[in-house]
DNA sequence: AAACTCTACCCGCAAAATCATGCAACAGAA
DNA sequence: TTCTGTTGCATGATTTTGCGGGTAGAGTTT
């Protein structure tokens, strides 16, 4: 394995953990001790990570408090990530909304996977860009600065002329009654214009805001096809959306 | 087995495999590993993949090693984005290009400003979203992993349908014969857009890649109409360009 | 608290692999 | 022919890697 491939390798799996063992690592990668402390110390003197006594940790994890950004739930969205991440193979088109559950399906994003993400939110392009493998489309036009995606006439015309195989979106708000809801009118739109423009849809939420409404429709529930909170498909505060016709992962 | 042939071979495995070692190929190909070495070197000195000890990666592979905390030649950089910042009014729409120089002008940019930025760097829009009171409008399309800008035919045509009161492009490459000249065809296609969108052409370049040029022509020195370096107007190293009639700032 | 153990760390070394460079041979085109 | 571009080889330099020996830290036991 070359130099470089590893202290990538590391390096990816330092933003997608925010720790790493060196004993693991040169296990895992079949190599010395030495080696692997070396490429730590070279990260870490290139300022990528923060070597510690039996291993490394993320520069974003030590600098949590200059990035007051501490993700409300992170744990929960990462686990979501985690299930919404196995739904993608191979070759597919996948349009995805932005927001912090997305932020972090795109860091769980197995590194081999081979598909193209249209996405109009920055931050999560940004995230998509650091995948060895995937291709990233960018919806342009204006930027909201409240959500940080791109939005207006311009980017719904773009999502349009797509036939995706997946939409992902991180949602604000899902009830039996209202289906999925949101609050900003701009976001609203470029949500709808997802999901016409795709074949399945799959939302993404943690079981907090289930069972909750806003002012905005998006979509009615039976438009949903897949579900995916942090809970078990046998839990019971599933079993609503079970008997719906959704699938629950 | 002919060079062409065998580098396009080369160039087709990084892209499936996104690392190759060098080793390998010389078997592969049945030529010396010098063959294969210059092989690699001709194609990194081109951009199309990485050359590393003991072989090359694919430029998405090594990207991993996101925003280098060391930008190079940073402080000179600053000082031409606080001299470029200074041609923006309120009102103005600007257009720009990516790279360290553009961006150290998003950062440049004084608090008040009130204009909208149009752009396709990543980075870029990132950091133009920081700033409280500018406009910033995403040219959208598929992302090039190498240049973090992006390219395609889409992002030309919203290019197209835009008329700039400025163009800011960070440039590679500029001397009196051959304009300003680039390395990466779609970046290329993308600045000639932004340059045709654009009623003033503002470049900005560290003294040193003056005087040089590469095998891409963006446009001729006297589509140039403003010309920002570290370097002072009365600097003799400027002299040729102001005689071309170009404004040096 | 002191002693002990275990792991991780640092340092220098040496072997192996890889690289850069200059040079000569060779083939094809003008 | 003459020129240009390509290839392989020899040489010495550089990088990478694993190993041994000594040291430092952290946790545990006494």
Redesign the pocket.
């Known amino acids: 394995?070359?130099?470089?491939e590893?202290q990538a390798i590391i390096l990816h799996k330092i933003n997608l953990h925010n720790k790493i063992?060196?004993?693991e690592l040169?296990k895992e990668m079949?190599?010395?001790?030495?080696?692997?402390?070396?490429?730590?110390?070279?990260l870490s003197d290139q300022g990528k990570l923060i070597?510690?006594?039996?291993?490394?940790l993320s520069h974003s994890f030590s600098q949590v408090n200059f990035m007051p950004s501490t993700v409300y739930s992170q744990a929960n969205k990462a686990i979501i990530a985690r299930k919404a991440a196995s739904l993608i193979k191979d070759g597919m088109f996948v349009l995805t909304s932005g927001g912090t559950t997305i932020l972090e399906l795109a860091r769980a994003l197995p590194p081999g996977l081979k598909a193209t993400f249209i996405c109009g939110s920055i931050p999560t392009v940004l995230e998509y860009m650091k995948h060895p493998s995937i291709d990233v489309v960018v919806i342009g036009d204006k930027v909201s600065k409240n959500s940080r995606i791109t939005v207006g006439a311009e980017a719904i015309n773009q999502i349009r002329r797509i036939k995706a195989d997946l939409c992902f979106l991180g949602v604000n708000a899902i009830d039996l009654q209202h289906g999925v809801t949101d609050n900003d009118w701009d976001v609203v739109m470029i949500k709808r214009a997802m999901i016409e423009a795709s074949q399945k849809l799959v939302c993404l939420t943690i079981a907090e805001k289930m069972n909750s409404f806003q002012p905005l429709h998006i979509c009615d529930l039976a438009d949903v096809d897949i579900l995916v909170t942090e809970l078990d498909a046998s839990h019971p505060s599933m079993q609503p959306y079970l008997e719906a016709g959704i699938q629950v992962l």
Chains 1, 2 share one sequence.
Request: hydrophobic share 30%; charged share 35%; aromatic share 0%.
């Open positions: 394995m070359l130099k470089r590893r063992l060196s004993t040169c079949g190599v010395s001790e030495d080696t692997m402390r070396r490429d730590l110390q070279e070597k510690v006594h039996g291993g490394a």
